[in-house]
């Protein structure tokens, strides 16, 4: 499966803004990533947010956004499910279905699309122990859907100097005692600690990690979401560079 989905590509790499707002704006990005060897493209049409007031993300119109931009670049798209009555637009717009933290203990919305065979991306719940996350992936793949991808994206800590504490021996117990390709989201555990970004990538694929999230925007301080979190054009490439210089000399040892 992981073959399938691209993450086995040149640089293991899933990007793209945290949220779609433009066709300019995807479409940007999407160049840097193909630029760069990139196969999956991720973009928020459904934006949970923390303030009701904050952007909610275009919905439908952004799907069929990043549905265009895909198809015109040929890459896959990823993009988040929030709740069951947007399962089919969803299901019709992208090629992987993205479970977000705040969702991984929706267990009807983790059975609804464990009775799909599309493949789904389940990120760790912010506040959730390595079990709960094991189990979570459970109820998908026990409904029949084994394309599933596990995602560690940082747990809430008292530690204040990222977003989130990244635990990357969960990678290595999740490669160890299951059978799924498993993806760091750098972006959601660092939060605004883009200095750290290219130390965390490299320790990540050290891990055994198949994959990394990360969020690339055309213009960071203009987005209408996260913006602190999200690297430049220029920050993506600087970034590409040391993973694809770490994992030759990787091979090279």
Avoid: W
Wanted: glycine letters at 8%; charged letters at 20%; proline letters at 3%.
């Amino acid at each position: 499966m992981g073959e399938m989905l691209g993450l086995n590509a040149a640089l293991n790499m899933i990007a793209g803004p945290c949220s779609i707002e433009s066709e300019a704006q995807m479409e940007s990005v999407a160049c840097a990533l193909v630029h760069n060897g990139v196969k999956i493209m991720r973009g928020g049409a459904y934006k949970p947010r923390t303030s009701p007031y904050d952007f909610q993300g275009l919905g439908l119109e952004g799907l069929k956004m990043l549905k265009y931009t895909c198809e015109k670049f040929n890459l896959l798209s990823i993009s988040e499910l929030l709740d069951v009555q947007n399962l089919q637009a969803v299901l019709d717009h992208v090629d992987i279905i993205q479970i977000g933290s705040r969702s991984m203990h929706n267990t009807a919305l983790l059975k609804e699309v464990g009775r799909t065979r599309h493949p789904v991306l389940l990120k760790r719940g912010l506040m959730s122990t390595l079990d709960e996350f094991l189990h979570a992936l459970e109820y998908i793949v026990s409904n029949g859907n084994r394309n599933v991808i596990a995602c560690e994206r940082g747990i809430r800590t008292f530690e204040s100097s990222t977003r989130n504490t990244l635990d990357l021996s969960s990678v290595a117990i999740l490669k160890k005692d299951t059978a799924l390709p498993v993806v760091v989201d750098l972006s959601h555990s660092l939060g605004h600690r883009k200095d750290i970004v290219g130390p965390i990538a490299k320790a990540s694929i050290a891990c055994g990690a198949d994959g990394l999230m990360v969020e690339v925007h055309s213009d960071p301080a203009k987005a209408l979401s996260d913006s602190d979190q999200q690297l430049t054009l220029g920050e993506f490439q600087i970034l590409c560079d040391e993973i694809t210089s770490f994992r030759d000399h990787m091979g090279a040892c």
